[in-house]
């Protein structure tokens, strides 16, 4: 197993077993310059949607960098998958990735120090991902890989399985509304694994998590034609799940599924959402542990 990582945006180039890829990826760096689709990317400083490009903490009223139409995405123009990093390789299998982002950046308050390192231990691949922050501040960071799993065929042969009976309803333009929507009943329902296909819709939805579930099992598992199988361990309250509908040029639409675990998106707009404000005594920390499993490499 091998893991390809770039300072620009944190990204993860390539993963392998063997010869055989398990994400999608550019062979040539330069290429994720002007990367729309944050392949393999660290997301933030907070990840997915927020309406209206705004939110307020305390008396004060944020504006942020709109990307999005007026809403902003993956943390606005400007956010983590879009600056440089420090980058160092600790030994053959871990390296660490810091990246300093000022007060102001995108409209957000506060200095952030981010931290992300990566171990490979076969069979997994581990992002451990935390904040420290000078002042309160929301942070929800997430990783952003395509899974192919050896694959070169539409995620819709997939099999998923979610920890997951419920989905954030959202807006027609991606924003959660606040209410929560059970899976059975509106054609989400991967607790049992089953082929993606055999949905109705393309997916793009944040998905919650069982807040009574086992940690010590996996939040999703996903099985390819390839024969490999994907289990996707998380301390998050849930995550994105994306079937790339909008994929395009040089890659197939649908040809990677993204696992995206992370805080509610638009959180600091909705109250009844679980809190992403981070502080000084309070620091963002994530785990994010990926097993791979079978296959015909």
């Given at each position: 197993?091998?893991?390809?990582?770039l300072?620009?945006?944190?990204?993860t180039?390539?993963?392998?077993?063997?010869?055989t890829p398990?994400?999608?990826g550019?062979?040539?760096?330069?290429?994720?310059?002007?990367?729309?689709?944050?392949?393999?990317?660290?997301?933030?400083r907070?990840a997915?949607r927020?309406?209206g490009?705004?939110?307020k903490?305390?008396?004060?009223?944020?504006?942020?960098?709109?990307n999005?139409?007026?809403?902003?995405?993956?943390?606005?123009?400007?956010?983590?998958?879009r600056?440089?990093?420090?980058?160092?390789?600790?030994?053959s299998?871990?390296?660490?990735?810091n990246?300093?982002?000022?007060?102001?950046?995108?409209?957000?308050p506060?200095?952030?120090?981010f931290?992300?390192?990566?171990?490979?231990?076969?069979?997994?691949l581990?992002?451990s991902?935390?904040a420290q922050?000078?002042?309160?501040t929301p942070?929800?960071v997430?990783?952003?890989?395509y899974?192919?799993?050896g694959?070169?065929?539409?995620?819709s042969?997939?099999?998923?399985?979610?920890?997951?009976?419920?989905?954030l309803?959202?807006?027609?333009q991606?924003?959660p509304?606040?209410?929560?929507?059970?899976?059975?009943?509106?054609?989400l329902d991967?607790?049992?694994?089953?082929?993606?296909?055999?949905?109705?819709?393309?997916?793009d939805?944040?998905?919650?998590?069982?807040?009574?579930?086992?940690h010590?099992?996996?939040v999703?598992?996903?099985?390819?034609?390839?024969g490999?199988k994907?289990?996707v361990?998380s301390?998050?309250?849930?995550?994105?799940?994306y079937?790339?509908?909008?994929?395009s040029?040089?890659?197939q639409?649908?040809?990677g599924?993204?696992i995206?675990?992370?805080?509610?998106?638009?959180a600091?707009?909705?109250?009844?959402?679980?809190a992403?404000i981070?502080?000084?005594?309070?620091?963002?920390?994530?785990?994010?542990?990926?097993?791979?499993?079978g296959?015909?490499?």
């Open positions: 197993m091998k893991v390809s990582l300072n620009y945006g944190a990204i180039q390539g993963w392998w077993i063997n010869d398990l994400i999608l550019y062979d040539k760096p330069q290429d994720y310059l002007t990367d729309p689709f944050y392949l393999g990317a660290i997301v933030g907070v997915n927020m309406g490009a705004q939110f903490l305390g008396d004060v009223q944020y504006a942020l960098s709109a999005e139409g007026s809403n902003t995405l993956h943390g606005g123009v400007a956010g983590l998958s600056q440089h990093w420090s980058l160092e390789q600790i030994s299998v871990e390296a660490v990735l990246y300093t982002s000022p007060d102001g950046e995108n409209g957000f506060g200095e952030v120090r931290e992300v390192r990566v171990y490979l231990s076969f069979p997994r581990t992002y991902i935390s922050v000078d002042r309160p942070i929800s997430a990783q952003h890989n899974y192919s799993l694959s070169d065929r539409n995620v042969d997939n099999c998923l399985k979610l920890a997951s009976n419920g989905f309803d959202i807006d027609n991606g924003i509304s606040g209410l929560v929507r059970g899976v059975r009943e509106n054609g991967f607790i049992s694994s089953k082929p993606i296909g055999d949905t109705a819709m393309d997916i939805h944040y998905f919650v998590f069982a807040p009574n579930r086992d010590q099992r996996p999703a598992e996903v099985g390819a034609p390839s490999f994907l289990s361990y301390d998050q309250p849930g995550a994105q799940v079937t790339a509908a909008h994929l040029d040089p890659f639409s649908g040809a599924l993204c995206e675990p992370s805080g509610y998106p638009n600091p707009n909705i109250s009844s959402f679980p992403i981070c502080s000084p005594d309070n620091p963002y920390h994530q785990t994010l542990i990926l097993e791979i499993s296959g015909h490499a």
